[in-house]
């Protein structure tokens, strides 16, 4: 299936690993061009960006609503294999559990977690959701379609950035959102198909924000404690760490923690 590849070349002396950005629920590629695609090629890193199928410029040859987690991960492991070089794997929020089950069967030389679904899975989000805005979550649960999660500008402001975002930009955000499978958050990761750490084998680096609204950083230390390292928390940092006004320290923690594993 020919998925939609963002690709930014270093434009410095080039690192021999390259990175594979893979996003969250209701993202594509596009989020990681926004500032992590260019910068991280301005260190050296040859780095790839993958729309998952059915989003952004990618085909899906079925329904999105009943797109597996099992897809998702055939998507990764596709891209990936097809580099020169096996690549280090960032994954946020979903593209963070996505990045977890790769792990169970690919051995990348690194990879890093952002906001990620938790190794407990998604139940607790999905019940503390419902119980922050329970006219939106139970339009998903009747029918099955996980927009309505994201589906007014303030809810996808009050879920994914903080408040101090500008609501202009929050709002073009917004308008490049789009509907998830329904099946992979609710029933793949809430129960279905929750992560293995103790198949992965590779070095592993946990990042969460303080004041994420989807996670918590409880969740996140048990994300770090399952992978046998520690979180690190961003005190001013909401779910959507890549787009978030502090984008480039989180990148620089990656790329100072990527020096000492690589």
């Not at 952004?56 to 097809?82: C, F």
């Not at 190794?119 to 019940?127: E, F, K, Q």
């Not at 946990?206 to 994420?212: E, S």
């Amino acid at each position: 299936m020919p998925l939609e590849l963002l690709t930014r070349l270093p434009t410095v002396t080039p690192k021999p690993t390259p990175i594979l950005f893979v996003h969250g629920a209701w993202h594509a590629a596009w989020c990681w061009d926004e500032h992590f695609l260019p910068y991280f090629a301005s260190k050296g890193y040859a780095s790839h960006a993958l729309s998952l199928r059915g989003h952004g410029s990618s085909p899906n040859n079925q329904s999105l609503r009943w797109t597996s987690i099992h897809d998702y991960v055939t998507d990764v492991l596709e891209i990936a294999n097809s580099l020169p070089t096996p690549p280090i794997l960032i994954g946020h929020s979903m593209g963070g559990y996505i990045v977890q089950k790769v792990l169970e069967q690919y051995a990348a030389p690194a990879a890093v977690l952002l906001a990620a679904v938790p190794p407990s899975g998604t139940l607790a989000s999905i019940v503390r959701g419902t119980l922050r805005h329970p006219l939106a979550l139970t339009k998903v649960t009747l029918t099955m379609t996980m927009y309505h999660a994201i589906g007014t500008p303030q809810l996808s402001k009050d879920l994914l950035f903080s408040p101090t975002m500008p609501d202009d930009l929050a709002h073009t955000y917004f308008t490049r959102l789009q509907d998830e499978s329904f099946r992979a958050i609710v029933l793949d990761a809430a129960l279905l198909a929750r992560p293995r750490p103790a198949a992965v084998k590779s070095p592993m680096l946990v990042l969460g924000g303080a004041n994420d609204n989807v996670f918590t950083t409880a969740e996140f230390h048990a994300t770090a404690h399952a992978y046998n390292t520690q979180a690190t928390i961003f005190p001013d940092m909401a779910h959507d760490m890549m787009l978030e006004s502090g984008w480039q320290s989180v990148a620089d923690t990656i790329i100072n923690w990527l020096d000492k594993q690589l």
